[in-house]
């Protein structure tokens, strides 16, 4: 069973930095390439950032480019999404989704598995 648990989200001011963790079960993690997206309420899931299988590439949402950061251990079956430089707008339920030998697309319909999310809550 194929498991993907974030961890991380929280509460803090703006300006400041959190790390979100996924850790990855039931899965052969180098496999997949992963991704971050994030549901604000009253608005669409949009997609944040993602790494591919390898680890080489990585891609960003215009939002977050420059203040967020994606990387991924295979020998812990985890990605990370450093965030720093936080703003209001930033506040949603992150989730982190899996995609198997993908490219690390910002469409999530290709994604294969999906966290349950973390909330994350910048205040002004």
């Known amino acids: 069973q194929v498991q993907l648990v974030e961890s991380g989200g929280g509460l803090v001011q703006a300006g400041g930095s959190l790390r979100l963790s996924c850790a990855a079960s039931g899965l052969t993690f180098g496999d997949y390439a992963m991704g971050w997206f994030r549901q604000a309420p009253g608005k669409e899931r949009e997609f944040v950032a993602a790494?591919?299988?390898?680890?080489?590439?990585?891609y960003y949402a215009n939002s977050v480019k420059g203040r967020f950061t994606i990387s991924r251990d295979n020998r812990k079956n985890t990605v990370y999404l450093q965030m720093s430089s936080l703003k209001p707008e930033d506040t949603a339920v992150y989730y982190c989704?899996?995609?198997?030998w993908g490219g690390g697309t910002s469409n999530p319909r290709p994604y294969n598995y999906w966290g349950q999310g973390t909330q994350v809550t910048v205040s002004s």
């Open positions: 989704a899996a995609q198997v």
């Open positions: 790494i591919t299988w390898t680890g080489r590439s990585t």
